[in-house]
């Protein structure tokens, strides 16, 4: 599919609607560490799928699922996790961990279609922000220790 406004990565970072979002996510989610892209995907549809790299022991402590075996292992050997579904890397229900990745689709929309938001800072043309994966990053373990 030809994308209609293509952009490089440094165009998306220093995009206002991405950082906002970006910032949006990361405070009203405080299990959210961050949110980035593969930068050699951004150009191939013109929804840019965003990576969201949350704490999953945080994100356990708030809806209280238990922690998938394989994301701890994943975690125990220093790997990324990574998935298009949140619930993949917990003891939950499809629809319960749907439920949370729709909210944060509603947030990114919101900031997308905001009157508060200037055109010219927004994505250009119809490119719009979608949560591509969920990913616990490689290194969590040696910056975010793994609870008792």
């Known amino acids: 599919m ?33 949110v980035g892209v593969e930068e050699d995907r951004i150009n191939e549809y013109n929804l840019i799928f965003i990576d969201i790299y949350y704490d999953p022991y945080m994100l356990e402590d708030e809806y209280g699922w238990g922690l998938a075996n394989w994301l701890i292992t994943s975690i125990e050997d220093g790997r990324e996790y990574n998935s298009p ?19 944060i689709y509603e947030t990114i929309k919101d900031i997308h279609n905001s009157p508060a938001m200037p055109y010219d800072l927004k994505l250009p043309g119809t490119r719009k922000l979608a949560i591509g994966r969920w990913v616990v990053p490689a290194n969590y373990k040696d910056t975010h220790g793994i609870p008792e």
């Open 85 to 103: 579904y949140l619930s993949t890397g917990f003891k939950c229900t499809y629809e319960d961990a749907r439920e949370v990745a729709d909210e």
């Open 2 to 34: 030809a994308v209609s406004d293509p952009m490089t990565p440094q165009e998306l970072y220093d995009n206002y609607e991405y950082k906002v979002t970006a910032k949006a996510l990361k405070r009203e989610y405080p299990w959210i560490l961050d």
